[in-house]
Each structure stands twice: as structure tokens, then as C-alpha cells.
């Protein structure tokens, strides 16, 4: 960028004059030194850290980044700290007490690396480190349904045997054991339901969702009481209902149903299609905050 000097200024009073154009002639140079300063710098100057420079591990402190806004390649990090294997990092740093940084996944959804895409950011506060990663874009959905019938024993809480895939977006639903595994710390929406073939009886139906083993929420529940009890006239209900789950990577989520009913002749989770009989997960936050 060129800078023009403004035209001399004259007046019959010299020294006046002259005072005012050395004041003019210096902030002329002083721009012109300005300017060519930024037509050296490069985005990869300013910006892009590399070598020893780029920060592979994600435990290294806050302190150690530089301030402003700066660009990291990450490779092979997924054992130290970053949310994925490949990816790179904004980090936008005014001093020690206001700093985010940005991890963007790597984008390739080919084959395996499909769960490579996704934005998470943290904050550093000198006083208590680095925050947990928080979740932005990129999140799972998991639906499965069920196979053949399933024989519910009366009196007890039984696990619903969910073992087909509809849509599983990042592989964390483990069919051998019936279970959705939490990839990471985050909060996960889940809607069930389960479709039972019953009968003119009473009974109680509850369905629930389970956490690593214990009961976490009732999601639904029934109770008939027919005028006429009988053995032979079917009466056949479904059970649907939604929870927010809180959850820590490598939490499991189960779907639990209970059958108490009057009566010897069993009661089944019918085989019907996914629209009746469904197990539906869909990763909606990426903090697990403290309980009170």
C-alpha cells in the first residue's frame, strides 16, 4: 500500500510551518514503516503453530500457549486428551484468565473414521485449569429394534432384549448385551417403548430406563382391570415414554420392564416391527454437569 505525503504547508509565519510539517513528515514515516511491516506477515506467520510449537498433548497447561488467535495441526492424539484421533485446534487467548479453545475433528467420514467429524471447546481459568470438553456438532443418533418375541417372567424386572440395528451413526450399541455405550461425557435423550401381547387380566406393566446396572427412571407405566377377566381375550398395550439421561463416557443405558399380572398364562414383548418396538438415543449435550 502506497502512502502519499500530504503537500507542504506555508504560511508567512516559517517556524509555525515548519513545526507542522516535521510533526506531518513523521507521522508519514511512521506509517510507511507500519506498513510495510504487515506486508511481511503471512497467515502462516500469525497464525499456525507448528513443530515443538504445536501442542499434542492436551494436558499441558494453559500457560503454555501463546497469546492471540493461533492454529494447531493434532495427529494420533486420541490418548492425550483431544476428542479424536485427527483433527486441529483454534486457540483464541487474550491472557491467562480468558482462553477457549476450539478442537475441530478431521472431517473424513470414510469407513471407520465416520465419527472423526465434530466441534468441541474449553476454556482455561489460570486459577482451575482447563474445563471438561464440551460437545457442539456432530452428535449420534442410535435407534434398535427387537427380534422375534421375548417371554417376560411374571413378578420381576427383566431387561428388554433390543438386538437389531436400525441406525447406529457411531457404532456404541452393543447388541450381544442390549445395551447403548456413552462415548463421552455428555447428555443423551432417550425415547423407548415396547409393545406387550396381554390379556383380559389384570395386570402392571412399568418400563424404565437403566444405568449401569441400577434403575434410573420410569419412562412408563399401565394398570388394567378388566370388568371381566379372562384367560383367552387378548389385550394387548404398548408402553412409550422419554427421559433425559446424564451420562460419563463408558456409562450404559437399558431398557428394564416389569410384569406383575394375575393369572398362568404368559406375557410377551410382541415381535413387532420398529414403530412399536423401539430403543431410540440421541446425543443432545456434550457436558455431564455435577449433581447439587
Known sequence: MDIKSPLPFETSD?????????MVNTLV???NALSQQIAGIT??????LTGDQAIQDASVSG??????????????????GYPTRYGFVKNEKINEYRFVQYYYGNGNEAGSYFTSTGIW???WYIASGWTEWHKISGFLHTNI??????????????????NRKIKDSHNNFDINNNRFICPENGMYLVNAGVYIES????ANFELSIYLNGKRYKNIAQQRQSPVSP????????GLYGAANVPANKGDYLEMYLYVGYDGDVSRYVSDNSGWYNYFDITEIGGRNFPRV
Open 230 to 237: 379372562s384367560d383367552t381375550l387378548s389385550f394387548s398395550l
Open 29 to 31: 514515516e511512521n506509517d
Open 121 to 123: 471447546f474449553r476454556q
Open 63 to 80: 500457560e503454555e500457549y501463546p497469546i492471540g488467535i493461533t492454529l494447531m495441526a493434532i495427529t494420533e492424539s486420541n490418548d492425550t
Open 199 to 202: 390379556f383380559q387380566r389384570y
Open 145 to 162: 429394534g427387537t427380534t422375534g418375541k421375548q417371554l417376560l417372567t411374571k413378578g420381576e424386572y427383566q431387561k428388554v432384549l433390543f
Open 43 to 48: 497467515n502462516e506467520n500469525l497464525f499456525i
Open 14 to 22: 516559517k517556524a509555525h510551518a515548519n513545526l507542522f510539517n516535521r
